[in-house]
């Protein structure tokens, strides 16, 4: 195939490729939207996601070797067989600057040592390995659970309400109306900036186009995992977020139930929110404690919580459910959190390359960052209930 036709190729399989990617991203909004609404996905939306998903890779995957056939010299071959001296002692670039005197700078491309003909380079065959190497998946976060807005100041002032009391109630005609009582505190949130960076050889950048990809999912990856536990776990000094369970209100059984499960311990902390008029809309626990609660089985080996064939989000008691290692393993944390907190978004999630870098330029390094920066604001601590299993049986 020409330069010509495999070009056009490539500008017809990026407009395939934009689609195809607009397509996954409609179909993952109505997912998360069923899920939120239904507690599940249909059979049918999930053929979709997975249809959509393997267009997309497909595609990626022909970009990406059309990309590195573009890449290739066609004097590859020739110059398998030649030494890294010999390539460079024949090549027309050096004979040009030797000609002008040999001043100034000369930037020479040859074959790593490696694959030269000296260095058994005829002996190694290439393997290429298909499709594109698929990163983890983070499961439902808790984001999805609490309310998100936007700010374009460093720091966030609000109102804290710490207790209600309502004292309401029929009067009689000039007698003294009752008195309720409701407390405020002014709080602040400041933003708080979260980021990481790795350095990566220049040549792999460039000679692997898919190498980009993958390093901007694992930072970006990596920043929500970060933020996830400081959502949840920020103790508020130094740099770090003030979290959800460092202001959740302690759990107290609103009643005694005889040998308590795990189970029973959750939908008495809902009960416990719903007293304090704060219905809860999530749980949050470790994948371990989930796991737990799925494997229980009736006396006669039934599921009684799981599906095995099923394909719907993890809920309990009609709520969705969080399952995030950034929970403590005999931890939970029971809820209305759209009504009690907002995360402040100051900057999405940025990936920047850059050889600017100390020594990048003489390594040939490139330094890639990612960062994101947003606050936390907890209005009601009594809408959140944090407690720990550990005290429960079953």
Do not use: C
Request: net charge negative; aromatic share 6%.
């Amino acid at each position: 195939m020409s330069e010509e036709n495999r070009e056009q190729e490539l500008a017809t399989l990026a407009a395939d490729l934009k689609k195809a990617a607009d397509e996954t991203k409609k179909v993952a909004e109505q997912t998360n939207t069923e899920i939120k609404n239904l507690g599940k996905v249909n059979e049918e939306t999930k053929a979709k996601a997975d249809e959509a998903l393997a267009k997309q890779n497909d595609l990626a995957a022909r970009m990406a070797e059309i990309e590195q056939k573009m890449a290739r010299d066609p004097g590859d071959d020739d110059r398998k067989s030649k030494s890294i001296g010999e390539q460079v002692a024949e090549s027309e670039e050096l004979k040009e600057f030797a000609a002008k005197g040999a001043r100034g700078n000369l930037r020479l491309q040859v074959k790593d040592i490696t694959s030269a003909a000296s260095s058994a380079g005829e002996l190694i065959q290439e393997q290429r390995l298909p499709g594109v190497m698929m990163l983890p998946q983070y499961p439902r976060r808790i984001r999805s659970l609490l309310n998100v807005g936007r700010t374009t100041t460093n720091m966030i002032e609000y109102v804290k309400e710490l207790g209600f009391t309502n004292s309401a109630a029929v009067v009689s005609e000039g007698v003294e109306k009752p008195e309720s009582e409701i407390t405020f505190e002014t709080d602040t949130a400041p933003i708080r900036t979260i980021a990481h960076w790795i350095h990566v050889a220049r040549q792999a950048m460039d000679d692997a186009p898919q190498i980009a990809g993958i390093i901007d999912g694992r930072l970006r990856f990596g920043l929500d995992a970060a933020e996830e536990e400081e959502i949840l776990n920020g103790d508020g000094t130094g740099q770090h977020v003030e979290g959800l369970i460092t202001q959740a209100t302690d759990y107290s059984a609103p009643i005694t139930i005889s040998g308590a499960t795990t189970i029973d311990t959750l939908r008495l902390a809902m009960l416990q929110a719903s007293l304090a008029l704060f219905p809860a809309n999530g749980i949050v626990i470790h994948p371990t404690e989930w796991a737990r609660i799925e494997l229980t089985k009736t006396s006669d080996g039934a599921y009684l919580f799981a599906n095995p064939q099923g394909v719907a989000g993890p809920t309990l008691w009609g709520l969705p459910v969080v399952a995030t290692q950034a929970m403590s393993g005999d931890d939970f944390l029971v809820g209305a959190f759209n009504m009690a907190a907002t995360i402040w978004d100051r900057m999405d999630t940025e990936v920047l390359i850059s050889s600017e870098d100390r020594d990048n330029f003489v390594k040939n390094m490139l330094t890639v960052r990612a960062e994101k920066r947003l606050g936390l604001a907890v209005y009601r601590p009594e809408a959140l209930i944090y407690g720990d299993f550990g005290t429960v049986s079953g």
